[in-house]
């Protein structure tokens, strides 16, 4: 069973900047997609930055521009490089990955509370 663990939550000042970090337990060369999904208290959970095989990475206008997705091959990782933070950033982030076998995950998400 592939999993994911999240880390670099917590709490921070708006303007301020964090990373967060997704460690896969096999090797993500494997992956087809890796993304950063968030979910706010009370609202659905949307999708924030995605890497894929194919093409430039996506993210959302809500973030674009101040956020940044990259992989780490040799440490396994996907890394979310959070700049220029807001209070409307405050959610608990998740790593979400689809192999080439098919295989969908989740991590069991971070939380970011940033403060005003």
């Known amino acids: 069973q592939v999993q994911l663990v999240e880390s670099g939550g917590g709490l921070v000042q708006a303007g301020g900047s964090l990373m967060l970090s997704c460690a896969a337990s096999q090797n993500i060369e494997s992956f087809n997609f890796m993304a950063w999904y968030r979910q706010a208290p009370g609202e659905q959970r949307e999708l924030v930055a995605r890497w894929t095989r194919i093409g430039s990475p996506y993210y959302s206008d809500s973030i674009k521009g101040r956020f940044t997705i990259s992989r780490d091959n040799a440490k396994d990782t996907i890394n979310l490089q959070m700049n220029s933070v807001k209070p409307e950033d405050t959610a608990v982030y998740y790593c979400?990955?689809?192999?080439?076998?098919?295989?969908?995950?989740w991590g069991q998400g971070t939380l970011l509370i940033v403060s005003s």
């Open positions: 979400h990955a689809g192999d080439t076998s098919g295989g969908n995950y």
